[in-house]
């Protein structure tokens, strides 16, 4: 059989009339289009494109839970606020912080700031026995990246960038933590003072200058909010670009 095969290649490749069958098949094969029986008729543009533009889901219920925003806060269009999530007046919640009450209780407080790429989230029960909600209260100042599970922070308080609060922690009245601190589980840090390092540890008092400018810092950050704010809407424009590509397609508006 192979020989006889080799003998038929021969006397073809000897012969080039004989090829140009071959070659008229070939070419009509491949100009024409390969559909498939069960494929159906052509798709047409309206069928193929389904445009779909509704982006990130900012505010995300969870059963009888919905996030609840003031009407003077500022929330960034890609901020992620899931279930028992408060945001109260004057408030700012800046690009990319993700606050997660889908065990407990999360409360941004009046004029305080919670910067980029922060995590916000409760557990269940906190080890201290206090209330296991992560509480912000108002004038504070938490820098981006930082963490904070299930702990206290009370009116006028400032929390350095990169910083870790663990369950039950609680920072009273007028302190700052100092950036990259970790705070551990239970931890105390008393009224008036600067706490640093991992895990967190008593530096100095603050002088009654430092604490004078820690309301200064969350209203700065307020009036940087309401030239933010005064730009945002409370709708995506993507629809303006899909208009103009559906134009540059040639595809019914």
């Known amino acids: 059989m192979a020989a006889a095969l080799a003998r038929l290649s021969r006397r073809t490749l000897a012969d080039p009339s004989r090829l140009l069958p071959l070659r008229r098949l070939l070419s009509a094969e491949a100009a024409a289009p390969a559909v498939s029986p069960a494929a159906g008729p052509p798709l047409t543009p309206s069928d193929r494109v389904k445009w779909d533009y509704r982006g990130q889901r900012r505010i995300i219920p969870l059963g009888q ?3 609840n925003i003031a009407v003077d806060a500022y929330v960034a269009p890609n901020v992620v606020l899931a279930g028992q999530v408060t945001v109260c007046d004057g408030a700012s919640v800046w690009n990319g ?5 889908d065990l407990n209780k999360i409360t941004v407080g009046f004029c305080s700031n919670v910067q980029e790429r922060c995590v916000l989230h409760a557990a269940w029960k906190s080890p201290t026995g206090l209330p296991a909600e992560t509480l912000v209260e108002r004038y504070v100042t938490v820098g981006a990246y930082s963490l904070l599970r299930s702990c206290t922070i009370e009116p006028e ?3 350095g960038q990169h910083s870790i609060l663990m369950e039950g922690s609680l920072v009273e009245t007028n302190s700052i933590l100092e950036s990259g601190s970790v705070l551990p589980p239970g931890r105390r840090i008393p009224t008036g003072e600067l706490w640093a390092g991992n895990p ?16 200064k810092l969350a209203v700065a950050i307020n009036d940087l909010m309401q030239s933010h704010f005064s730009e945002f809407l409370p709708y995506s424009t993507v629809y303006l670009e899909v208009e103009k590509m559906k134009k540059a397609l040639n595809i019914s508006l």
């Open 200 to 215: 967190a540890h008593f530096v100095r008092k603050l002088t009654h200058e430092e604490i004078l400018e820690i309301p």
């Open 97 to 101: 912080a993700v606050l997660r009450g």
């Open 157 to 159: 308080c400032i929390i």
């Open 65 to 67: 839970w919905v996030p």
